[in-house]
């Protein structure tokens, strides 16, 4: 990817899904700096290490799944904590503010400096998520969402062979 920056062909490197482990073992190998990281982020999987690591490596994080990916029933299971946009804590933030649950965990992350990819293909809720600069949210409802923390991912990687030994999920 190095040499298609050299040749002009791409302006920055980009990766996805990398813990700060692999980050180091790549930024101790590369001569250029990814400038961004995409990684599933929600109020289920803060990954605080991840997020402080990135912020201090000048690292844009991008965050996926925003929402916990409602639209994956299929990958549901039992143990699984109910979904993002049904939380009581958070539909109590968003009545608070005259918000959609969506706008609320939209703004969590522009709030703190993490680029946000939502996803809908409704036009109604497409103008809703980019509603998300009128409002500021007071610091003890960003604890509260916080504090939902439980290093669940939405989206899941399992691909029935034993994982690569740099594989990012077994670590925060």
């Known amino acids: 990817m190095e040499k298609l920056v050299d040749e002009g062909l791409v302006k920055t490197i980009g990766v996805s899904n990398f813990n700060t482990s692999q980050l180091e073992r790549l930024m101790s190998l590369a001569n250029i700096k990814p400038v961004v990281n995409q990684v599933e982020l929600h109020p289920y999987l803060m990954q605080p290490k991840l997020v402080q690591y990135c ?5 844009i994080l991008m965050a996926y799944s925003p929402f916990g990916s409602p639209d994956r ?3 549901r299971t039992d143990q699984d ?3 993002l946009l049904e939380n009581p804590v958070i539909n109590e933030i968003a009545n608070k503010y005259g918000k959609t649950v969506a706008q609320v965990l939209l703004r969590l992350h522009v709030q703190r ?8 293909a409704t036009p109604s809720r497409i103008v809703q998520n980019a509603e998300v600069f009128d409002f500021n949210l007071a610091e003890e409802d960003i604890k509260k969402l916080e504090g939902l923390n439980r290093n669940w991912r939405a989206v899941k990687w399992e691909v029935g062979h034993p994982p690569h030994k740099f594989y990012p999920f077994n670590e925060d």
Request: proline share 16%.
């Open 73 to 75: 029933p299929f990958q």
């Open 81 to 83: 904590p109910v979904s």
């Open 113 to 120: 400096n993490i680029v946000v990819i939502p996803k809908s």
């Open 55 to 59: 912020k201090s490596k000048g690292i």
